[in-house]
């Protein structure tokens, strides 16, 4: 319990119920695009709408993340967090009043006239959702890896036992409930917001390249998982699975795995190894698919739940990396997530596209065909996330102690504004401009990072910046270069 106190360290009662918020949120995702929930009470023919539906939802989260991609590249400043609410809000509400005048028609017009109208419904549930999405990133962003990594778990444990209480509701009243925790979990963000230290984002191209290098393994692996999901969701969905089953059986498993990663989170000491996690869970959700042929027809739905409990290991995994590479980094959160979240939802979409076409032509007989296909999909993700060795950014730290020698000898009060000088006429931001002082100082890469108190990768990576607008490539040529904007004002 040390690490929960550790947590919510200086925060008051009422802050860390705002952040239940994000809990709520999950739900809302669990009720509307991890299951039939939402759409239930559009019976059995509702599985191909809720096709349509679904696809619209993933088609205007890829729109919503490619405008802030491109908006978030041009300048690292982000709108207030009351627009971004009332935006995320309003495109919401859109959705759900027009969803929910879809389902009052339900009843008397026939339902290939309804789908133009839910479909609509869903463009602006999906808008919503990506802009709420990226409020909770850079909440998220404002924690150190280990606090993120123990948020995102613990949520997800609230998040299931309040769905498992939401599955004992009338199925008439889905789609309010759904928009009650909705607009909560907006609220409650917005709050939680305001109730934590602003973030002082700046983007640095290098720096904001680096940073993708180090993360598009995760992205890949997350994508591929995702791509499975979308295909297994529509292929269950077309089977003879009652409602009850199907929600049960996801429950049960994402439960054991969440409580499985979350029990070390809270006991163990060390930094969280998040490779570690993959290694150990990803190969328990390959397994599930192998043993499918065997037990389909007697746990409905579990074909689902494993390709759900990949892509939950991996996407909250994911998740605490980008948060974490934001906290460090400093650039924007809405720019590094969406740039995943683009990634992760085009596979969805076209799993789910794929799996809609042939959802009709794959039964019980083509499960062992399906099952060798997925568990080799996972191989894919498990080889091209761990054979292959990060490579760390070379020749950063040349120079050695001589050189941290030489700098000692001039450490001065004039030697900030000398860097000073040089971060601006160089174009530096902020970030760049205070690692700069300490390579003048004959700081490595190692030191600047225990001094800053971030990753060392971070550090490398706004040196490499340093470096490529000075057009230089060691650390003594940066040092010569503040020694010489020291003569060149005395020259003057």
Same mark, same amino acid.
């Given at each position: 319990? /040390?690490?929960?106190?550790?947590?919510?360290?200086?925060?008051?009662?009422?802050?860390?119920?705002?952040?239940?918020?994000?809990?709520?949120?999950?739900?809302?995702?669990?009720?509307?695009?991890?299951?039939?929930?939402?759409?239930?009470?559009?019976?059995?023919?509702?599985?191909?709408?809720?096709?349509?539906?679904?696809?619209?939802?993933?088609?205007?989260?890829?729109?919503?993340?490619?405008?802030?991609?491109?908006?978030?590249?041009?300048?690292?400043?982000?709108?207030?967090?009351?627009?971004?609410?009332?935006?995320?809000?309003?495109?919401?509400?859109?959705?759900?009043?027009?969803?929910?005048?879809?389902?009052?028609?339900?009843?008397?017009?026939?339902?290939? /006239?309804?789908?133009?109208?839910?479909?609509?419904?869903?463009?602006?549930?999906?808008?919503?959702?990506?802009?709420?999405?990226?409020?909770?990133?850079?909440?998220?962003?404002?924690?150190?890896?280990?606090?993120?990594?123990?948020?995102?778990?613990?949520?997800?444990?609230?998040?299931?036992?309040?769905?498992?209480?939401?599955?004992?509701?009338?199925?008439?009243?889905?789609?309010?409930?759904?928009?009650?925790?909705?607009?909560?979990?907006?609220?409650?963000?917005?709050?939680?917001?305001?109730?934590?230290?602003?973030?002082?984002?700046?983007?640095?191209?290098?720096?904001?390249?680096?940073?993708?290098?180090?993360?598009?393994?995760?992205?890949?692996?997350?994508?591929?998982?995702?791509?499975?999901?979308?295909?297994?969701?529509?292929?269950?969905?077309?089977?003879?699975?009652?409602?009850?089953?199907?929600?049960?059986?996801?429950?049960?498993?994402?439960?054991?795995?969440?409580?499985?990663?979350?029990?070390?989170?809270?006991?163990?000491?060390?930094?969280?190894?998040?490779?570690?996690?993959?290694?150990?869970?990803?190969?328990?959700?390959?397994?599930?698919?192998?043993?499918?042929?065997?037990?389909?027809?007697?746990?409905?739905?579990?074909?689902?739940?494993?390709?759900?409990?990949?892509?939950?290991?991996?996407?909250?995994?994911?998740?605490?990396?980008?948060?974490?590479?934001?906290?460090?980094?400093?650039?924007?959160?809405?720019?590094?997530?969406?740039?995943?979240?683009?990634?992760?939802?085009?596979?969805?979409?076209?799993?789910?596209?794929?799996?809609?076409?042939?959802?009709?032509?794959?039964?019980?007989?083509?499960?062992?065909?399906?099952?060798?296909?997925?568990?080799?999909?996972?191989?894919?993700?498990?080889?091209?996330?761990?054979?292959?060795?990060?490579?760390?950014?070379?020749?950063? /730290?040349?120079?050695?102690?001589?050189?941290?020698?030489?700098?000692?000898?001039?450490?001065?009060?004039?030697?900030?504004?000398?860097?000073?000088?040089?971060?601006?006429?160089?174009?530096?931001?902020?970030?760049?401009?205070?690692?700069?002082?300490?390579?003048?100082?004959?700081?490595?890469?190692?030191?600047?990072?225990?001094?800053?108190?971030?990753?060392?990768?971070?550090?490398?990576?706004?040196?490499?910046?340093?470096?490529?607008?000075?057009?230089?490539?060691?650390?003594?040529?940066?040092?010569?270069?503040?020694?010489?904007?020291?003569?060149?004002?005395?020259?003057?």
């Amino acid at each position: 319990m /040390d690490r929960l106190r550790e947590l919510l360290a200086g925060m008051r009662a009422r802050d860390v119920a705002f952040m239940s918020g994000y809990a709520l949120y999950l739900v809302f995702g669990y009720m509307s695009f991890e299951s039939p929930t939402v759409l239930t009470s559009l019976g059995e023919a509702g599985s191909f709408v809720q096709s349509l539906f679904l696809m619209a939802v993933i088609s205007a989260r890829l729109l919503v993340y490619a405008v802030m991609i491109t908006v978030a590249r041009r300048t690292a400043s982000h709108v207030s967090s009351l627009l971004a609410v009332v935006v995320c809000g309003g495109a919401a509400a859109t959705g759900f009043v027009v969803t929910r005048m879809a389902f009052q028609f339900a009843g008397f017009v026939p339902l290939a /006239d309804l789908v133009p109208w839910l479909v609509f419904g869903g463009l602006f549930f999906g808008a919503g959702d990506a802009l709420i999405n990226l409020l909770w990133a850079r909440f998220c962003g404002t924690f150190d890896l280990r606090r993120v990594y123990l948020f995102v778990l613990v949520s997800n444990v609230v998040s299931l036992a309040v769905y498992f209480s939401v599955t004992l509701l009338p199925p008439d009243i889905m789609l309010p409930v759904g928009a009650v925790l909705f607009f909560a979990s907006v609220l409650f963000c917005k709050r939680s917001l305001d109730a934590r230290m602003p973030l002082a984002e700046e983007y640095s191209a290098p720096v904001f390249k680096g940073a993708l290098s180090a993360l598009w393994r995760p992205m890949l692996g997350t994508a591929i998982l995702s791509f499975m999901s979308g295909l297994m969701l529509q292929v269950t969905a077309r089977q003879d699975i009652p409602l009850a089953t199907f929600q049960q059986t996801s429950l049960v498993t994402q439960a054991v795995v969440v409580g499985a990663l979350l029990l070390p989170a809270l006991f163990v000491k060390s930094r969280p190894s998040l490779g570690s996690v993959y290694k150990m869970a990803l190969p328990l959700s390959a397994a599930g698919f192998l043993l499918l042929p065997l037990i389909w027809s007697g746990v409905g739905g579990l074909a689902n739940a494993c390709a759900q409990l990949g892509t939950l290991v991996a996407g909250i995994i994911l998740w605490c990396m980008l948060a974490s590479a934001v906290h460090d980094t400093k650039l924007p959160a809405v720019l590094l997530f969406s740039c995943s979240l683009v990634c992760t939802n085009a596979a969805q979409l076209a799993g789910t596209i794929v799996g809609f076409l042939n959802a009709d032509t794959v039964g019980q007989g083509d499960l062992e065909l399906t099952a060798v296909a997925l568990v080799a999909v996972y191989l894919v993700a498990m080889v091209s996330m761990f054979l292959f060795k990060d490579k760390h950014l070379q020749g950063m /730290d040349a120079g050695g102690d001589a050189v941290a020698m030489h700098a000692a000898e001039w450490l001065d009060d004039a030697l900030e504004a000398r860097c000073d000088a040089v971060a601006q006429a160089h174009g530096f931001t902020p970030r760049e401009a205070e690692i700069l002082v300490h390579l003048g100082q004959g700081r490595t890469a190692r030191a600047i990072s225990e001094k800053l108190v971030v990753s060392e990768n971070t550090v490398k990576y706004h040196i490499k910046s340093i470096y490529q607008k000075l057009d230089v490539h060691a650390r003594d040529e940066v040092i010569d270069l503040i020694e010489h904007a020291e003569h060149a004002e005395h020259a003057e």
